[in-house]
């Protein structure tokens, strides 16, 4: 019983962190804010989504998945995210005049 309410508070934390990321994508002004609102709810949330999975999940060979997915998804996403803001630096998608320390200048 517990765990079925555990599962399902973290299944709602989870998907309400990947809508804020879905709506920092739509609102946020420039490549670096919307990348910083694309990865950080959105890596928190599915690792809550995962968390309340892997309370449901009966198997431990599923759980062993589920750590693996985390693992996977927690080692990408900043290193694309750093790649993707790079990138928009490099190609001049950056408003350096917003920024209040550029050391690439």
Same mark, same amino acid.
């Given at each position: 019983?517990?765990?079925?309410?555990?599962?399902?508070?973290?299944?709602?934390l989870?998907c309400?962190?990947?809508?804020?990321a879905?709506?920092?994508?739509?609102?946020?002004?420039?490549?670096?804010?919307?990348m910083h609102?694309? %990865?950080?709810?959105? %890596?928190?949330?599915?690792?809550?989504v995962?968390i309340?999975v892997?309370?449901?999940?009966?198997?431990?060979?599923?759980i062993?998945?589920?750590?693996l997915?985390?693992?996977f998804?927690?080692?990408?996403?900043?290193v694309?995210?750093h790649?993707?803001? #790079?990138?928009?630096?490099?190609?001049?998608?950056?408003?350096?005049? %917003?920024?209040? #320390?550029?050391?690439?200048?």
């Open positions: 019983m517990i765990i079925d309410v555990l599962a399902s508070i973290a299944l709602v989870g309400s962190l990947a809508l804020v879905g709506i920092g994508l739509l609102r946020f002004p420039d490549v670096l804010t919307r609102g694309a %990865t950080k709810p959105q %890596t928190l949330g599915m690792v809550l995962l309340a892997g309370l449901r999940a009966d198997d431990r060979s599923a062993a998945i589920l750590v997915v985390g693992l998804a927690l080692m990408t996403a900043p694309s995210a790649m993707l803001g #790079r990138a928009a630096f490099r190609t001049g998608r950056v408003d350096r005049s %917003t920024l209040s #320390r550029d050391d690439l200048a």
